[in-house]
């Protein structure tokens, strides 16, 4: 049952007198803990092997980023809900035609009329959070409304329409406090609010994608760790002076900020749910805190904590939709090299570390983890150069990453030109170590990180030689 704010919970106990408006006010609420199934990797294993795993580690749904019908096809075997996602590119023209609306969801999901867990279906994911479709975002409802008309004429009524946001859609992604949530100024009113009111009208979720670990590690000397890794965190409760709440750990707080930003637009009832959550298992050296300790900590906190049904402090008892992020490690997953250890599984099929998703195993029942080296911020400085440990360098590729680093920065590159101090030597791979170290002195914040197409890799050893000094990272 929605549990929402308490004026929603008070509406509910007076329709509750006359009780058959229950269903028709409070649409029932779904719980579950699922996983989200990526497939950027080349070394994956069969899409029947992946639902086992899936299972074996509890989860109750799989998601995915496409319709691919080889893995719809294993998943509606596996019993599992599954949540198939429209590609981003394609929403323009599903929101241009009904009639490709309809085209798509006959070629696409009418083979499962009859699965049981076919029961939402994302169009789109992450959508708002990338200015460089800005072009897009208009389009989003009228593809999500087709979408949902062509569902129902093709007798697929049941299916949830939704779509994925992130933290990066409120405004300054802020969650201090929780009361102060908003949406970006520019999506408030243009998109959100026809979106909420699309989603209440055909009692869907708002689907977020909520990951503590990015937002202690943008505050980890004030956010406590255990607070975000839903530990007991002794000494240390977040009071909103806003509600009068206090929180207990970091997860509640993002998604109560959620609450608070939908009720400012006038959608306090619309019903939340996670569609990616989770925690690296390893990452770059600037990437503290990414560890199998953490990961399977929160990962197992989270299930319990679901399972428990005890909602947030806005939304007390609130039961939702989730799914944790993810399956597999990606190896083809680009950026830094957290994105790339997220998974449960190796593509192996062998755990990266024990978690029971329906959240009913103990957490004593466990076996002991391995101790966390990284907590903490590398105190040292970082360089960022051409990596040399996974056979020749491709000095083409790398030539290319270097130009593209130079074009994002006027002068940046000045110190490897004719006459520069890091001139000499003259070769591809001493200035692109230079540029990519300039760039990713430059850019952190905004990019990537060390990556390059993924032929740079961090250092802790000061590349500078005589007068040409590399920029270096320092962690705050
Ligand atoms: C669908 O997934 C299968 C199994 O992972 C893969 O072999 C196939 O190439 C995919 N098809 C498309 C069109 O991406
Ligand atoms: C960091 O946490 C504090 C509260 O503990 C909060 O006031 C501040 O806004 C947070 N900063 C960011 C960048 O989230
Ligand atoms: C699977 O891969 C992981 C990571 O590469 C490795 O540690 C593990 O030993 C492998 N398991 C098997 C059964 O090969
Ligand atoms: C080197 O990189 C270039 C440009 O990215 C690419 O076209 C080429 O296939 C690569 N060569 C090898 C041997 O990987």
Redesign the pocket.
Known sequence: MAMSSPLLTLHLLLVLATTTMVTATTPPTAHFLGVNYG?LGDN?P??HRGMELARSAGAAAVRFY?A????LAAAAASGLVFVPSVPNELIPSLAASQRAADAWVAATLLPFRRSPGLSYLFVGNEVLSDPTTRSRWPRLVPAMANVERALRRHGLGRVKVSTTFSMHDLNHQNVFPPSSGVFRPDIADAVMRPLLSFLERTESYLFFDAYTYFTWSANHSIVPLPYALLEPSPGFVYHDPGTGLSYANLLDQMLDAVVAAACRIGHCGVRLALAETGWPTAGDLDQFGANVRNAATYNRNLARHLASGAGTPRRPGMRMPAMVFALFNENLKWGPGTERHWGLFYPNGTAVYEVDLTGRRPLASYPPLPPALNDRPYPGRLWCVVRTDKGPVNETAVREQAAAACADKAGLCDPVRPGGACYLPSTVTAHASYVFSAHWNSFSEDYGGCYFGGLAVETTVDPSHGSCKFPSIVLK
């Open positions: 497939t994956l069969p899409p496409d691919n019908a080889t893995l």
